[in-house]
């Protein structure tokens, strides 16, 4: 009986191996890591992240976008953001709507920045949402509308993004889409201070100066 026993494990050892070879063998690299490295002039790291990219891996191929934005090879960084941004990877969109806004290895084009930034944005990208707010308060691709920028920065802020906070302290600090108000100002500044935010200590510090009684001669 316990040859028998022992005879049907090690079958199953057997039939069971393959997988857990495959299962090791196909972990994905962590192409955050082979970025910093390549950035750092390790070439096999570069390579990997090369080979992910070629191979359609979203990550590598956003990886590989901010290593050459990182050596101002702009064209080469928009080719690698443009392929992560179709294959739908949320950080590629963010940096192709970026490279539009700013004219980073393609023609400036507000209306292609605000239309990608909007596609990362559903996908929950904040910093996305922060942008789309900041773009309808100078009127980039978009009609000037400061109460939709106060939209946008409240569904960022809402996330816990420092700057939606800080930008929305400046909003009801100078009543620009929403009425003026100190005190929601002061509150959102110093939210976004807590997150580490050095405008809003800064803006926390001038507001508070600003309110203080002034002493009488």
Known sequence: ???????????????????????????APDYDALEQAALKGNSQALAQLQAG???GNTNAEDG??????SNTQYAN????????AEHGNV???????????FSEGTAMNSQEAIIWYQI???QGNTDAEVEIGIMYSMGWGVVLNNQQAVTWYQ???????????FLL???????????????KARAWYKKAAQLGNQEAQKALADLSTQQQPQKSH
């Open 120 to 122: 990362a944005a559903a």
């Open 64 to 69: 590989l976008g901010l290593y050459y934005s």
């Open 155 to 165: 569904r960022a802020a809402a996330l816990g993004n420092p700057d939606a906070m």
């Open 169 to 183: 302290g400046e909003n009801y600090e100078f009543g620009e889409g929403v009425p003026k108000d100190y005190s």
């Open 1 to 27: 009986m316990r040859k028998i026993l022992g005879f049907l494990a090690f079958l199953l050892a057997i039939s069971v191996w393959p997988t857990l070879v495959h299962a090791q063998t196909t972990t």
């Open 91 to 101: 950080d590629g969109e963010f940096h192709l709507a970026y490279s539009y806004q």
């Open 77 to 84: 960084a928009f080719y690698w953001y443009q392929k992560a």
């Open 53 to 55: 990219a070629n191979s």
